[in-house]
């Protein structure tokens, strides 16, 4: 079946950097468009960063882009998503998706909380 895991999270001052991983079994990893969503409290989870598998093409969410990068390896079937220049705003569980077998499919999420 479809795993995802995350890993990376903590707690950073602001204008601090982290680096998430989601390593990936159970589908072809190279086939699969794969994407960082987060969920803060009280609000609905959104699209953080997504990484298409034909060239490679990324998009992001306003409120990150420049600050944060999506990339991935595919010889180690994982995503990494590197968040520079983090602000007490990007606090939040970040979750790693994917799509395959026409589903979504979601990892158990990892907490980033940015506090001086």
């Excluded at 409290?41 to 960063?49: F, I, N, Q, T």
């Excluded at 992001?60 to 968040?83: E, P």
């Amino acid at each position: 079946q479809v795993q995802l895991v995350e890993s990376g999270g903590g707690l950073v001052q602001p204008g601090g950097s982290l680096r998430l991983s989601c390593a990936a079994s159970g589908f072809t990893f190279s086939s699969a468009a794969m994407s960082w969503y987060r969920q803060a409290p009280g609000k609905e989870r959104e699209l953080v960063a997504r990484i298409f598998s034909v060239g490679g093409r990324t998009i992001y969410s306003n409120s990150v882009k420049g600050r944060f990068t999506i990339s991935r390896d595919n010889a180690r079937n994982t995503v990494y998503l590197q968040m520079n220049n983090l602000k007490p705003e990007d606090t939040a569980v970040y979750f790693c998706n994917a799509y395959a077998f026409a589903n979504d499919h979601w990892g158990q999420g990892t907490q980033v909380t940015v506090s001086s």
